[in-house]
């Protein structure tokens, strides 16, 4: 069974900082995701990566896939109160579609 | 494009009785759809995988006669909670497949079983 461990579980910081989530695993996938969800609606996709080391770019969102393709991280620079929610980063085992979700890291940005 | 609708929105049921939600994908095609649960604070926890024509594939520890789902056609999907009990009290989401990697979730179906 897949696991995906993300660190910190919560993270409380002020307007304008920067921040690192991780997301970690002992297994290889085949792409990883992440989303943000706020309370009470569906997690909405910010990205997927599929290569080992790729970094992809969302505005202030950094995206970058671990070479062995085991982890991800996300960096977000200048977090404002409207990056508040809960992030999720979720894994394809290899030769599949069926994503695993990791344990969420809660963000909230004060102003 | 690539939106899925999640029907209803929030249930209040009593325990014993059986709670349909439906999951459509509106302006494309899904012969995948996903089955999700979430607890208070916590992550998705990927219940079964709903094939178009077939029967749905259930993860180890979920019921398949407790989640009955249904993929009768490429646009909906549903989820029927057989006798509900209170702990079946949860949030629900579906999600849906269009093209290798893109996936749109619903707004998902916050269940109460008093």
């Known amino acids: 069974t897949q696991l995906l461990e993300q660190s910190p579980q919560f993270l409380s910081i002020q307007e304008g900082e920067n921040l690192t989530v991780y997301c970690n695993s002992s297994s290889v996938f085949s792409s990883l995701q992440w989303y943000r969800q706020e309370p009470g609606e569906g997690p909405v996709l910010l990205v997927t990566?599929?290569?080992?080391?790729e970094v992809k770019k969302l505005k202030r969102l950094t995206f970058q896939f671990g070479d062995a393709r085991k982890d991800s991280s996300l960096h977000i620079t200048a977090a404002q109160p409207g990056d508040t929610g809960l992030y999720l980063c979720a894994g394809a085992a290899l030769g599949t579609y069926k994503y695993i979700f990791g344990t969420g890291t809660r963000l909230k940005v004060l102003a | 494009g690539a939106v899925v609708s999640q029907h209803p929105s929030r249930v209040i049921c009593k325990s014993g009785t059986s709670v349909k939600i439906e999951c459509r994908s509106l302006d494309f095609q899904a012969t995948t759809m996903f089955w999700y649960r979430q607890f208070p604070k916590k992550s998705l926890m990927l219940m079964a995988t709903?094939?178009?024509?077939?029967?749905?594939?259930?993860e180890q520890g979920v019921e398949k006669d407790k989640f009955l789902i249904n993929h009768a056609s490429l646009t909906l999907s549903t989820l029927t909670v057989t006798s509900a009990h209170p702990e079946d009290s949860s949030f629900y989401i579906c999600?849906?497949?269009?093209?290798?990697?893109?996936?749109?979730f619903g707004s998902g179906t916050r269940l109460t079983v008093v």
């Open positions: 990566v599929v290569t080992g080391g």
């Open positions: 999600s849906a497949s269009w093209g290798d990697y893109g996936y749109t």
């Open positions: 709903s094939n178009e024509g077939s029967k749905a594939t259930y």
